[in-house]
């Protein structure tokens, strides 16, 4: 029990990867599909700062002169993160500009009925 | 059998993962020696850069060719999204409806205040928690808010692609002056200023002002892409 309780953000991160991998990989609609990439992009993002965490570590802002370097955590995976999370934003608009494209041309989002889309 | 594979395949990929987290565990101090990136940017960021967030000093100074990337990107993807919703069939069906009367005013009062709120966060990008991409996606959540509220709201697009572009020039001439004046690409080279308050920390303010209207420009341009009915 204390395992799960020490690693939950590991799980939490680990989890949403798999859940959105799984849509991906085995749900029919394209609409469903991209909502599971999202799940995959946000999952990697908690997974990056999860990462960046030390124990008792403060946000690595020097907004008080007390504030020490010994006690913040990692700030690397958080700039990664941060330009990452906008760029997922981009993405799934440029994705689901895709959809709307297929949904005009071919009028179904069901990727089993387009048949360039069937694997 | 479809969803077999998937399950299979998933558990390999859940595996993989767990054997390459067991080797770091949750909330080790893994940036305690000197030699570390995480510790050299605790402990030298706010000398070398003058910026109290050192979140913001990694994004904007020691990483910023990454973050030019990044803009790119982002850059990248709006085109694309332009491209590809360009033209579209006109749409059958009836005009949406206006929205009601307090929507409405709830949106007019509250649209000054989001983009206020988002010019705050971009310029205090180097003191608090926030900066240019946050800021960015705060100015055009407010363009959004106007656009589900104000049925027939359109924005002009040529200001915004023009705001767009001037933001993107900013942050490479921004770059290209450190590199006359100092011999580096991106360099701080103008003064620091005092620690902690909002005119310090050399061109970082400058380059997340950049960065904050060039991010809102480009998603409400997105946005506007996206919901604007066809002509």
């Known amino acids: 029990m204390s395992f799960l309780f020490e ?28 909502i599971g990439l999202s799940f995959f ?23 008080h002169p007390d ?12 700039a990664l993160v941060l330009t990452a999370i906008v760029i997922g934003v981009a993405v799934l608009a440029l994705a689901l500009s895709l959809a709307v494209r297929l949904y005009e041309h071919h009028g179904t989002l069901n990727l089993r009925k387009i048949r360039e889309l069937k694997w | 059998m479809r969803s077999l594979i998937a399950v299979i395949l998933l558990a390999v990929i859940g595996l993989g993962l767990a054997l390459c987290l067991s080797d770091m565990p949750f909330g080790a101090n893994h940036i ?55 033209r579209r069939k006109k749409q059958e069906g009836k005009p949406p409806q206006p929205a009601s009367f307090v929507l409405q005013t709830g949106c007019c009062f509250l649209f000054p205040l989001i983009l206020i709120l988002g010019v705050y966060i971009f310029l205090h990008g180097h003191l608090t928690p926030g900066g240019g991409f946050q800021g960015g996606v705060i100015v055009a959540s407010g363009f959004l808010l106007a656009y589900i509220g104000c049925a027939d709201m359109k924005i002009r697009h040529r200001w915004f692609e023009a705001t767009e572009s001037l933001a993107g020039s900013a942050f490479v001439i921004a770059g290209m002056a450190g590199l006359a004046a100092g011999g580096s690409f991106l360099m701080n080279f103008m003064p620091k200023g005092n620690f902690n308050t909002l005119f310090s920390a050399g061109i970082i303010p400058i380059i997340y002002i950049a960065i904050g209207l060039k991010v809102g420009a480009e998603l409400t341009g997105l946005i506007a892409n996206l919901l604007e009915r066809a002509e």
């Open chain 1, 67 to 78: 504030m020490q370097a010994g006690k913040m955590v990692d700030p690397t995976p958080q």
């Open chain 1, 41 to 63: 992009e946000t999952g990697i993002n908690v997974l990056l700062i999860a990462a960046g965490y030390i124990r008792g570590g403060s946000a690595p802002i020097f907004s």
């Open chain 2, 32 to 86: 305690a020696t000197a030699e570390k990136a995480g510790r050299h940017y605790l402990e030298k960021a706010p000398q070398e850069t003058g910026s109290a967030n050192v979140v913001t000093a990694v994004v904007v100074t020691y990483r910023g060719f990454d973050t030019l990337g990044e803009v790119t990107v982002l850059f990248i993807a709006a085109i694309g999204l332009g491209m590809v919703l360009y």
């Open chain 1, 7 to 34: 690693n939950s953000y590991y799980i939490a991160a680990v989890g949403l990867i798999l859940i959105g991998l799984y849509i991906m990989a085995a749900k029919k609609n394209l609409i469903k599909v991209i």
